[in-house]
């Protein structure tokens, strides 16, 4: 017999306890709901593939607004306009080198989050 059975066009587990322990862990270490919402924000981030030809661009070498822009064939109007949305992402950072300001990715954290994306993509 299986055990999900149909109640009034719902399915219902027929063993509600058989994973107690494993969902009160769970609900021991979940996130904080705040936690989850910037969470979700951060995958915003992502959602845009000029966000991500950027992303990618910086995981190389770090550049000026003009060099990304020429690189990836880009507006300079354009770049900065996604680099403002990834630096409130906290997924970048800038500093000033002369008269320009030089973008990096923020952390290594952010190259993984990239390359794993990447790599799971590439397996599909």
Not at 5 to 11: D, F, G, I, L
Not at 57 to 76: P, R
Not at 85 to 96: A, C, D, H, M, V
Request: proline share 2%.
């Amino acid at each position: 017999m299986s055990p999900i059975k149909k109640v009034n066009k719902v399915t219902a587990c027929a063993h509600p306890l058989a994973h107690q322990k494993a969902a009160d862990t769970l609900k021991q270490n979940a996130p904080k709901e705040e936690e989850l919402y910037d969470l979700a924000d951060l995958f915003k981030a992502f959602a845009d593939s000029s966000r991500i030809k950027i992303l990618w661009a910086l995981s190389a070498s770090e550049f000026c607004v003009c060099d990304l822009a020429d690189a990836l064939g880009m507006t300079q109007s354009a770049v900065s306009h996604q680099l403002r949305l990834l630096k409130q992402s906290r997924l970048i950072k800038s500093r000033r080198e002369g008269q320009s300001i030089i973008y990096s990715l923020a952390d290594e954290h952010v190259k993984k989050v990239f390359s794993l994306g990447l790599e799971h993509v590439r397996e599909i």
